[in-house]
């Protein structure tokens, strides 16, 4: 390659696409993100970031005002001219549980006119096995290589994730693309692992479908716990010293929800058995999963003074937190949401706060907020509530004044804490009834 910077095309600018196109531009490279979203485009250019993620606006405009880093409509107007272009759309979950890879196709489609001879084009969003060889296909070009590199930062923390990554995973059958890519990363100290595209696109599923079994694991253990007497945190202290088990990712909750794992444990599950694997013990992770949002429903019921599985017509329930965890304004598939969608078709009325749906909403919040009523201070969920339940670790929720908060509430009503998050103690001394997972 010549002495000129390289040239990177981002195609989508969400999560992943925005901390990608933003960080690479932080490291020096020359980066244009182009979104079909003109809105979103719109907001880009105008110096504001559509999403809620630590660091990214401050950087992006840095970048911008650098040069080196430009925002325009279309997949095609990002990777014209582009030695490397960044494929980081969406690959939802399809109806047979498969990664939906419409997404990747049509964005494929728009840029192989535009690439440059000897450009490099790199699925980071998730996709199955195979994926590789799907793109080529689609661009039908033979002087374009295709290159998987998957993207393991976490929202909340996507910056931080970005720039000091516990590795770095590139897949192609092309040493020389993968090392392309690999140069990318130069400035940024990780180990870099290079393998065939199979390998790289299994370790994104595998990685996510390990991590989804740890807190399975972990939830079934805490109503474990409840079922004997235990308490969960001192059973966690206990494996977690185990060097072999590691004490990171085993905080029981609510069930895991967010972007990636619910899709990408189905995909996994669908990807083994399309190749004649019945992958059973993903299923049952999945299974644990849901069996949990049913434990907190039936929680958040009992304790309305209902019994588990009857009618919650009347009962008012508050809800701290919507957000499938605290750091993000992401709400897909959060299990806050389908705890209360539950908990609405059984006739409960819904009163919440999050810090992130303050104000007026952002346009990927407000249709799944449907119903639910929002307000503006945490402790104004209390009103007429006949029990609250915690659903996000946001850490303004462990401060809250509980005295204030009790002094809103009827005496004895319960708070669900499905995070962990509030010291019983505490909250029994404010004169509140206190319910939380695998906790004594
Ligand atoms: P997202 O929905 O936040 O963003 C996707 C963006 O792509 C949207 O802005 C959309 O308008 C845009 N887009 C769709 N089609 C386009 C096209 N043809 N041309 C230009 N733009 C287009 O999605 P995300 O959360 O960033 O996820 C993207 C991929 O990365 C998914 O495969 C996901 O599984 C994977 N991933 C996500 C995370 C995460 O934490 N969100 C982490 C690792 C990997």
Redo the contacts with the bound molecule.
């Keep these: 390659m010549s002495n000129r910077p390289v040239r990177l095309g981002v195609?989508?600018?969400?999560?992943?696409?925005?901390t990608t196109g933003v960080c690479f531009a932080h490291v020096g490279h020359q980066v244009v993100c182009?979104?079909?979203?003109a809105r979103?485009v719109d907001l880009l250019n105008s110096g504001h970031i559509p999403?809620v993620e630590e660091g990214l606006e401050t950087m992006a405009a840095d970048a911008r005002a650098a040069g080196r880093l430009q925002f325009v409509l279309?997949?095609e107007e990002?990777a014209r001219g582009a030695d490397i272009v960044f494929l980081?759309?969406?690959?939802p979950q399809g109806d047979d549980g498969s990664?939906d890879l419409s997404?990747i196709q049509?964005?494929a489609a728009?840029i192989a006119a535009v690439l440059e001879p000897g450009a490099v084009v790199v699925n980071?969003?998730?996709?199955p096995v195979g994926s590789t060889v799907a793109v080529e296909r689609v661009l039908g070009r033979d002087d374009v290589r295709v290159v998987s590199n998957?993207?393991?930062?976490?929202?909340g923390t996507?910056v931080h994730d970005f720039l000091h990554p516990d590795r770095v995973v590139i897949g192609s059958a092309d040493r020389g693309a993968a090392e392309q890519v690999a140069e990318l990363y130069a400035s940024i100290d990780t180990p870099i692992l290079i393998t065939d595209p199979a390998s790289a696109e299994t370790i994104?599923y595998a990685a996510n479908g390990f991590l989804a079994m740890k807190i399975s694991f972990v939830n079934a253990v805490a109503a474990m716990c409840e079922a004997v007497g235990a308490d969960v945190a001192a059973v966690v202290d206990g494996i977690g010293s185990d060097q072999r088990i590691g004490n990171q990712f085993l905080r029981p909750g609510p069930g895991w929800g967010?972007?990636?794992f619910p899709?990408?444990s189905r995909a996994l599950v669908k990807i083994a058995d399309d190749h004649g694997y019945d992958f059973s013990m993903m299923r049952g992770v999945i299974d644990v999963n849901e069996e949990q949002l049913e434990r907190m429903v039936d929680k958040i019921t009992v304790a309305a003074g209902r019994v588990a599985g009857e009618s919650l017509s009347g009962v008012t329930v508050a809800a701290l937190g919507l957000t499938f965890k605290a750091g993000t304004d992401?709400l897909r598939e959060s299990p806050a949401l389908s705890i209360i969608g539950v908990l609405r078709s059984r006739g409960a009325t819904v009163r919440a706060f999050d810090p992130t749906t303050v104000g007026e909403l952002r346009p990927h919040q407000s249709v799944v907020l449907e119903g639910i009523e929002l307000v503006d201070e945490a402790l104004d969920v209390a009103a007429g509530a006949d029990v609250v339940a915690v659903f996000t670790e946001w850490p303004e929720f462990a401060k809250v004044d509980l005295d204030q908060l009790a002094g809103r509430l009827r005496a004895g009503i319960t708070i669900v804490d499905t995070r962990n998050l509030l010291d019983p103690v505490a909250v029994r001394e404010a004169g509140l009834g206190y319910d939380g997972v695998g906790r004594r």
């Design positions: 195609v989508g600018t969400g999560y992943v696409g925005l182009g979104d079909i979203d979103k999403i279309g997949a990002a980081c759309v969406p690959t990664a997404y049509q964005a728009q980071k969003s998730t996709v998957p993207e393991f930062l976490r929202e996507a994104k967010g972007s990636c899709k990408d992401d």
